[in-house]
Nanobody, 122 residues
Framework: QFVESGGGVVQPGGSLRLSCRASGFSLINGVIGWFRQAPGKEREGVSSIDSSGAAYYADSVKGRFSVSRDNAKNTMYLQMEAVRPEDAGVYYC??????????????????WGQGTQVTVSS
């Protein structure tokens, strides 16, 4: 299971770092990803990263968000910069069933965490 943390209230243009810690299994191998869900909208992929550190980003966050992982800490991070109101939502992490970081579909991921809320407000 994953445990997300680091969410909170951030002003437009601000920064936030989310963490995703794996519990009960190792993150050394495989692709893991970040997703988000805004009220009334479907859950969408944000970013993914494989064991080598290769990363993939949704177009909506490319150039603003950065994903990383610390295998020694069994933790993945999402650094959010230049945050926009449309970035608000509950952010989840999960593990992919594939080795392809470009497959950022909720249907290809499992072991979802409980999520952490990101609110964008001035």
């Amino acid at each position: 299971q994953f445990v997300e943390s680091g969410g909170g209230v951030v002003q437009p243009g601000g920064s936030l770092r989310l963490s995703c810690r794996a519990s009960g299994f190792s993150l050394i191998n495989g692709v893991i990803g970040w997703f988000r869900q805004a009220p009334g909208k479907e859950r969408e992929g944000v970013s993914s990263i494989d064991s080598s550190g290769a990363a993939y980003y949704a177009d909506s966050v490319k150039g603003r968000f950065s994903v990383s992982r610390d295998n020694a800490k069994n933790t993945m991070y999402l650094q959010m910069e230049a945050v926009r109101p449309e970035d608000a939502g509950v952010y989840y992490c999960a593990r992919s069933r594939t080795d392809d970081i470009s497959v950022l579909s909720v249907h290809q991921y499992d072991f979802w965490g409980q999520g952490t809320q990101v609110t964008v407000s001035s």
